[in-house]
């Protein structure tokens, strides 16, 4: 930091084990990611090729380089690792994740149906080569899981060997853990951390509301993903309480209702004039 201010959380440093930002690029340039590296690298611990952009992104392999360089584990979107598995190219998928450098692989059933034995089968292989996040939820609307699905595939899954489990959300943040309006689902959110160590979740959130209610009903050292680029060092201020959304979390009861009291009496103020 620049400088030193009371009553700020203590942010671990790199490599962290809570507070982790997945961070997701859509097709950013060389020049796009130098810039993101400049200004955000210290708060990045997940970097996410999203979807399929893989395919049709120019200098990837330099890109990645980048990346890997910067400290970030970085893999392409599950969506990608879904087009290789429905055409049954597994085994091509996983070389050319070597052949690009990245160090993670992300595996998902979001657009397709597989199994979730054939799932777990499939993150036992990948996790004795390379680090592997699962993601759970559909990315369709009006798909529901229930909570008791959600607990055991996500249980099922980091005992197979993923190292992190997605609760999906899109980058849209209306599906999965989230209702069609983008509020978060409670009761589904509730009852799976009442089963699964939250430091295990990776919760997809793309919008600052969704960022919001994470860090003030978890803390700010809950993980979050499906950041945007230019929102890594935004979501910094809101985990530290430097925005007006999270502004009140971290200061002693003191000075909170002082700060508040004086609140209320300049509203008192402006009315009467």
Known sequence: MNFELPYLPPRSSKPRKAGLNMIMDKGLSIREAE????RSSEYIDYLKLGFGTSIVTPRLKEKIKLYRDAGFDVYCGGTLFEAFYVRGKLDDYRKLVDDLGANTIEVSDGSIVLPHDEKCRVIEKLSKSHKVLSEVGSKEEGILISPAKWIKMM??????????VIAEARESGTVGIY??????????????LSKID????????PKKAQQVWFIKNMGFDVNLGNIGPH???????LRLGLRGDTFFEHL???????????SAEQAKSKKKK
């Open 35 to 38: 810039d993101l590296i400049e």
């Open 155 to 164: 249980r099922n899954e980091l005992d197979a060997g993923s190292i992190k």
């Open 179 to 192: 209702r069609p309006n983008g509020t978060a689902h409670v009761m589904l959110i509730n009852k799976i």
């Open 198 to 205: 939250g430091s295990d979740i990776l919760w997809e959130a």
């Open 231 to 237: 929102d890594v060092t935004p979501l910094e201020c």
């Open 252 to 262: 002693p009861d003191d000075i909170v209702q002082v700060a508040q009291h004086k």
